[in-house]
């Protein structure tokens, strides 16, 4: 009897953006990536990093998750819960119930952006969970939620504005900062958050 393959795993049920080329965030080489593809190593500069539009689809509720994409899985959930664990933390700190709720809306505008347009999730999040703490502050958490070196890197670089100008997760964070002070005349650097500024 011929085995059945899972119709998330089989290319033939695949939709054309499901392959897509993404920029390697060190030195802007396009790399190929599947949607089930965790991270992938740059072929120039060898840095690793991951799919910016990782999506779980049916692994989401299918029981046989684990083992038909482990990879993606484990990648999802360590995201998951190094985003859920350094909110906690964040929260704990913002006394401010504004200050929260801000930060609770960023998150929801970073994700919308993070969704359309790529970059890390990670550095972006955390960035944006951590724009109201004093640096010092934000790196002792990072450090406390056991991130790792390059993600710590590239918070600190977007809270400082260290961050190279052509820099995609530079883009998206102040994006979404923009997004949060409609007072401020809009200069957006995508066009996804010039669509959600006029969507209110």
């Not at 049920?13 to 390697?24: G, L, N, Q």
């Not at 779980?56 to 993606?72: R, S, T, Y």
């Not at 664990?85 to 993070?114: C, F, I, Q």
């Amino acid at each position: 009897m011929t085995q059945v393959k899972c119709p998330g795993q089989d290319t033939r049920f695949w939709k054309a953006d499901d392959i897509f080329v993404a920029e390697c965030p060190k030195c802007g080489a396009e790399i190929e990536f599947f949607k089930d593809d965790a991270r992938r190593r740059c072929a120039w500069c060898g840095h690793l990093f991951y799919n910016p539009k990782i999506e779980l689809g049916c692994a989401e509720w299918c029981q046989f998750a684990e083992k038909c994409v482990p990879d993606l899985v484990k990648e999802k959930k360590a995201t998951q819960t190094f985003k859920e664990r350094l909110a906690e933390l964040v929260h704990s700190r913002l006394k401010d119930p504004a200050a929260w709720e801000r930060t609770e809306k960023g998150m929801e505008y970073a994700l919308n952006l993070l969704k359309a347009e790529g970059g890390d999730p990670r550095v972006v999040l955390a960035a944006v969970l951590l724009h109201q703490v004093d640096p010092d502050v934000a790196r002792q958490l990072l450090e406390e939620v056991q991130a790792e070196a390059d993600t710590i890197a590239g918070v600190l670089d977007l809270l400082s504005g260290a961050a190279a100008e052509r820099d995609l997760n530079r883009h998206l964070f102040e994006d979404t900062l923009a997004l949060l002070d409609p007072q401020r005349p809009p200069q957006f650097h995508t066009r996804t958050a010039q669509r959600l500024s006029e969507e209110g």
